[in-house]
C-alpha cells in the first residue's frame, strides 16, 4: 500500500522560501508521477504542479510558474516543492499525491498534508 508523508510546512514572512518534501513508502517510488496540491479555508483544491515518472517532464499551474519548483528524488522516494517569494495568498494545506499513470487526471494516493503560513 503506498503511503505519502509530507513535511516542510511552517510559518514564514512574505517573501521566504520553503522546500516542501513528499516521501512515499510501500512502492517503487520512480513508477509514480506525483504532483503537489493546496487547499485554503473555503476554497476549493488547486493543482499546482506535477513530475512525471518517466523523465521527469514537469508541469505547472500559470500561478506559480516562475515562483515554485517541483522535483524528484527517486534515490530517496521523495519529491520536492521549493517555493520561493512566498506570498500571503499561498498560505494553505499543501498535499503530495501520486498516480500510476503517466499524466493523470486523478490521483489515487494522497498525503495528509503539511500546513503553509506566510505572514505578511
Known amino acids: 500500500q503506498v503511503q505519502l508523508v509530507e513535511s516542510g510546512g511552517g510559518l514564514v514572512q512574505a517573501g521566504d522560501s520553503l522546500r516542501l518534501a513528499c516521501k512515499l513508502s510501500?512502492?517503487?517510488?520512480?513508477?509514480?508521477?506525483m504532483a503537489w496540491f493546496r487547499q485554503s479555508p473555503g476554497k476549493d483544491r488547486e493543482w499546482l504542479s506535477m513530475?512525471?515518472?518517466?523523465?521527469?517532464?514537469?508541469y505547472y499551474a500559470d500561478f506559480v510558474k516562475g515562483r515554485f519548483t517541483i522535483s524528484r528524488d527517486n534515490a530517496k522516494s521523495t519529491a520536492y516543492l521549493q517555493m520561493n517569494s512566498l506570498k500571503p495568498e499561498d498560505t494553505a494545506l499543501y498535499y503530495c499525491?501520486?498516480?500510476?499513470?503517466?499524466?493523470?487526471?486523478?490521483?489515487?494516493?494522497w498525503g495528509q498534508g503539511t500546513q503553509v503560513t506566510v505572514s505578511s
Open positions: 499525491a501520486a498516480d500510476l499513470k503517466l499524466l493523470p487526471a486523478q490521483y489515487d494516493y
Open positions: 513530475i512525471s515518472w518517466n523523465r521527469g517532464q514537469t
Open positions: 510501500g512502492r517503487t517510488f520512480r513508477s509514480y508521477t
